[in-house]
């Protein structure tokens, strides 16, 4: 087997770089460069790519625009070849992609550092945390069935963007606090199902809300009005 269990969780956190890792596995095992002829052992191996590859495509978690062929078997050479120029384009549209997303990322930390305005700022271990936080919720709500389709996919494109978009310099936090409001859409609807969703966006708001009192100059240890569940139920009380 190619691709164990934790690849694929793993794929969920980063579809386009994990997508072209599988594709370059899959080739790699093939040995196409010592050998013109399809062998026993490379059947199985573009089996299961091809189906790895199917299944991230039409669960659109990675949003590329590709015609599948339809393989029932890999029984002939026709088949294999069908099924390795397949690999090769999903690796050149994930390329494309990883690409795309790369640009837009380096473009945001240069605009944000040459621009003479003003501007947050966060610590490099600031920046790897929200990035870490931000790859355990598009998990989370990938995997959820709580959320209806059409949010679900808006959720997970605004995670995505948001991602390319955290560095040590940022001109605006409305993108991170409309991630609160999206914590509290998530607890009215889900309830405690929610609590993973709301326990991360949390902590990410808490980052973020120290990097504004810094910028802002506010009072050093000011607590974040933010309204958390326990406000919530003590309000309810009184």
Known sequence: MLFDDKFVEDLKDNPIKKTIEACGIAIEALNLEYSSEWSEFDYPVL?????????IIEAE???IQIFIPVIESCASSNDCLIILNFIREVESKAQAENSKFSLTSLRNRFKSSLSNSFHYEFSQGDVDRIQELL??????????DKF?????QRLLKRLEKLQSEVHKKISDLDKFWGLVGDAGVAVGKFGNDAKPIFDRIKEISQIVWQAQT???ELPSGM????????????????
């Open 223 to 238: 607590e974040m009005p933010l309204l958390s569940n326990e406000t919530n139920r003590d309000q309810k009380e009184n």
């Open 214 to 216: 810094r910028a802002e």
């Open 61 to 63: 978690i990675l949003k």
């Open 135 to 144: 790859n355990q919720l598009r998990k989370l709500v990938a995997e959820s």
């Open 148 to 152: 209806e389709p059409d949010h679900q």
């Open 47 to 55: 089996m299961e790519t091809y189906a790895l590859l199917v299944e």
